[in-house]
């Protein structure tokens, strides 16, 4: 682990780095802390290093199999895209492909009516009607078949019109319902995932891109229903030209099979840069965002890191441009090679069309239809097949979405939980308990074997490291043991109902999240089904202490917080804790676990918290994580621990008197106040 120490504001802050933690083994219990508010700003010294160096040149993930079968094989995404959007609004689909199915008919139909106009006027040409005037025609009747052709092709031109709007304002709606529904389907998954999945740095690449599908595949459901509507038109126009000469349609296959090969292989080459550069675009969001964050700009500003932090974005967007451009180049000068074939065939076919009407086998009429069809089948069939080739590469990214969706958590509830004990009546034992972080060579925690007695105010004590959070982790089931068994009233955690088990556990951790939201629901995320009762998100911040702090906003409990939108008003760190605490007592859960909970308050703010919550907590299970003595001697016992053991057990007095390792740390610290 690599540290760099700073000063803060509130003391000193301590940045850990932790290259690659997931592959290392090394634990992220902490990462960037001011005091103990979490600034989730990490800069590795790596970051100066140019792209690929910090992986010794070699990609971090594997590039995904581009063989044609696997390209192909993608499409297998396509059919639950497909259910999906049905799922999503069958009347607006339905509407859809009606809609395109008018659409696709129109272009043959509009140019067959040329073909008649054409061939009419041609007939009143050759019958010698220009030579009259325009009453004598009109008088005659001969240009009421002309009239009529006109209108009809007018009124086609302003159906075609219609019809291309309404697609439009439907796919426009649909792709946005689809879009919301998978966001929200995302963030049900995402939430039903287990904490280390969150905490491994695969995931979050997976996680990443899957996102970006979310926003970014909403437009394919525009290109399969095009495709499905060229796919009507090239097969009218194809009729007709088959009708009048067959071998057209090979002529055009065969100019268009190259074109069509090479989108293949550029589409699959586009996105394996794309998978390939996932961590590096990660990267440069998160540069955006602490280079442009009022969440970061104090100590950026501070410590004059702006220049670092757009130095090393530039260098990585320099190096994912130069990579894509590299595509992008060999894909034009290709795509301009078959462009070229592709013209020569449709200037071949036109030369023999021509050829045949000048011969008397086609009219002047079939010479416009025939060519005008050719020309329009050959760009029709140039976008269905550089379609499909671009559908399997959007298939690819579809595999992004629907991969995550099959990421299954391992912690979950048994299929028939036992009730959570209400009240708990024994209390929680752990029984020769070892947990390794995934990945980890290290054991964060081993043989722990204790009991959090019922009813009893249990402190935590140790360095960092000394695995206090992880234990809050496991009585949470945010993990499951490695080995060993937690127990709660004599039977094993994993025998409840996940969410029950949670429900009655109110845990503050020390990197507690700051919500921008209102004063009012940053305390009733303690119990958000409880968000409108007033009476009860008041009591919970008297409790905490942060009533006074909520009576000092304009607009008290109705208060924005934080700067993020427009009216907001920020916090201290300490205010932010006062407000976090009270989530704890919001929860009003019979376990209450406190991480860390004062670490950025002033001595006489912390005295008033603690002697709240000692009774306040009369009756309930607590558990207290914290460094300050003059905070855990208020529990009934204190558990000792380093380098993942109990290694000693009791009360203040006890342990003091017993000259041990908690001595020595409280005679320690003592020393810094005389």
């Known amino acids: 682990m690599k540290a760099l120490t700073i000063l803060a504001e509130s003391g000193p802050a301590v940045i850990h780095y932790f290259p690659h933690a997931a592959a290392s083994g090394e634990r992220r219990e902490s990462s960037v802390y001011t005091g103990s508010a979490k600034l989730g700003v990490a800069i590795p010294p790596e970051a100066t290093m140019p792209p690929h160096a910090r992986t010794g040149g070699r990609r971090p993930e594997a590039t995904p199999p581009l063989g044609i079968r696997e390209r192909l094989g993608a499409l297998a995404n396509v059919p639950p895209f497909i259910k999906a959007v049905w799922q999503t609004s069958p009347l607006l689909t339905i509407e859809n492909l009606v809609l395109r199915l008018l659409r696709a008919l129109l272009p043959v139909i509009t140019l067959f009516v040329g073909k008649l106009i054409i061939d009419e006027v041609t007939h009143l040409i050759a019958g010698g009607a220009r030579h009259g005037s325009a009453s004598e025609w009109l008088a005659s009747g001969e240009l009421d078949r002309l009239w009529w052709l006109l209108a009809l092709e007018f009124s086609l031109a302003v159906v075609a019109d219609l019809l291309g709007r309404l697609v439009s304002l439907?796919?426009?709606?649909?792709?946005?319902?689809?879009?919301?529904?998978?966001?929200?389907?995302?963030?049900?998954?995402?939430?039903?995932?287990?904490?280390?999945d969150f905490e491994d740095a695969d995931l979050q690449d997976?996680?990443?891109?899957?996102?970006?599908?979310?926003?970014?595949?909403?437009?394919?459901?525009?290109?399969?229903?095009?495709?499905?509507?060229?796919?009507?038109?090239?097969?009218?126009?194809?009729?007709?030209?088959?009708?009048?000469?067959?071998?057209?349609?090979?002529?055009?296959?065969?100019?268009?099979?190259?074109?069509?090969?090479?989108?293949?292989?550029?589409?699959?080459?586009?996105?394996?840069?794309?998978?390939?550069?996932?961590?590096?675009?990660?990267?440069?969001?998160?540069?955006?965002?602490?280079?442009?964050?009022?969440?970061?700009?104090?100590?950026?500003?501070?410590?004059?890191?702006?220049?670092?932090?757009?130095?090393?974005?530039?260098?990585?967007?320099?190096?994912?441009?130069?990579?894509?451009?590299?595509?992008?180049?060999?894909?034009?000068?290709?795509?301009?090679?078959?462009?070229?074939i592709g013209t020569l065939g449709y200037y071949a076919a036109y030369a023999l069309i021509a050829w045949r009407t000048a011969r008397g086998e086609f009219t002047i009429g079939d010479l416009t239809f025939l060519s005008a069809s050719f020309r329009r089948l050959r760009t029709l069939l140039e976008s269905l097949l550089a379609g499909f080739s671009q559908l399997a590469g959007q298939a690819l990214y579809l595999d992004d979405l629907f991969s995550f969706f099959r990421i299954q958590p391992e912690i979950h509830s048994p299929e028939h939980p036992r009730p959570f004990p209400e009240p708990i009546l024994e209390g929680f034992r752990f029984e020769g308990v070892g947990f390794r972080y995934p990945g980890a060579e290290r054991w964060a925690v081993r043989d722990l074997s204790f009991t959090l007695r019922a009813g009893e105010v249990l402190a935590l004590v140790g360095e960092n490291g000394a695995g206090k959070t992880t234990i809050v982790k496991l009585?949470?089931?945010?993990?499951?043991?490695?080995?060993?068994?937690?127990?709660?009233?004599?039977?094993?955690?994993?025998?409840?109902?996940?969410?029950?088990?949670?429900?009655?556990?109110?845990?503050?951790?020390?990197?507690?999240?700051?919500?921008?939201?209102?004063?009012?629901?940053?305390?009733?995320?303690?119990?958000?089904?409880?968000?409108?009762?007033?009476?009860?998100?008041?009591?919970?911040?008297?409790?905490?202490?942060?009533?006074?702090?909520?009576?000092?906003?304009?607009?008290?409990?109705?208060?924005?917080?934080?700067?993020?939108?427009?009216?907001?008003?920020?916090?201290?760190?300490?205010?932010?804790?006062?407000?976090?605490?009270?989530?704890?007592?919001?929860?009003?859960?019979?376990?209450?676990?406190?991480?860390?909970?004062?670490?950025?308050?002033?001595?006489?703010?912390?005295?008033?918290?603690?002697?709240?919550?000692?009774?306040?907590?009369?009756?309930?299970?607590?558990?207290?994580?914290?460094?300050?003595?003059?905070?855990?001697?208020?529990?009934?016992?204190?558990?000792?621990?380093?380098?993942?053991?109990?290694?000693?057990?009791?009360?203040?007095?006890?342990?003091?008197?017993?000259?041990?390792?908690?001595?020595?740390?409280?005679?320690?610290?003592?020393?810094?106040?005389?």
Do not use: C
């Open 206 to 340: 997976r996680l990443d891109r899957a996102r970006r599908q979310v926003a970014g595949r909403s437009g394919l459901l525009s290109q399969l229903f095009g495709q499905a509507q060229d796919m009507v038109t090239i097969v009218s126009f194809a009729v007709g030209l088959f009708v009048y000469a067959p071998w057209l349609i090979l002529l055009l296959l065969v100019a268009l099979v190259p074109a069509f090969l090479g989108e293949m292989h550029f589409n699959a080459k586009s996105y394996a840069v794309s998978y390939e550069w996932t961590p590096e675009r990660r990267e440069l969001d998160y540069l955006r965002m602490v280079g442009a964050s009022a969440q970061t700009a104090k100590e950026v500003k501070s410590f004059g890191l702006n220049n670092f932090l757009i130095t090393r974005y530039r260098e990585l967007s320099k190096a994912m441009y130069a990579a894509n451009r590299k595509i992008a180049v060999r894909r034009a000068a290709w795509g301009g090679l078959f462009t070229t």
């Open 475 to 674: 009585l949470s089931r945010l993990y499951d043991p490695d080995e060993g068994r937690i127990l709660l009233d004599g039977h094993p955690l994993a025998e409840y109902d996940l969410e029950a088990l949670r429900s009655h556990i109110g845990v503050i951790f020390q990197d507690f999240v700051r919500y921008y939201l209102r004063a009012s629901e940053n305390i009733a995320v303690g119990r958000i089904e409880a968000r409108d009762d007033m009476q009860r998100i008041e009591d919970a911040a008297q409790r905490s202490l942060a009533d006074d702090v909520i009576a000092r906003l304009p607009k008290g409990y109705e208060q924005m917080l934080g700067k993020l939108f427009k009216g907001g008003v920020d916090l201290s760190g300490g205010e932010w804790q006062k407000i976090a605490i009270a989530r704890a007592y919001m929860r009003a859960a019979p376990l209450l676990v406190l991480d860390e909970p004062t670490a950025a308050l002033d001595a006489r703010s912390e005295y008033g918290v603690f002697q709240r919550f000692k009774d306040l907590s009369e009756g309930k299970t607590a558990v207290i994580i914290s460094h300050r003595f003059s905070t855990v001697r208020m529990a009934d016992r204190i558990l000792v621990l380093s380098q993942g053991r109990v290694v000693e057990v009791g009360s203040h007095d006890e342990l003091v008197a017993a000259g041990g390792y908690y001595a020595e740390l409280f005679e320690l610290q003592a020393a810094g106040y005389r």
């Open 170 to 196: 439907v796919d426009s709606l649909l792709s946005e319902l689809y879009a919301n529904a998978t966001s929200v389907q995302l963030m049900e998954h995402a939430a039903s995932l287990d904490l280390e």
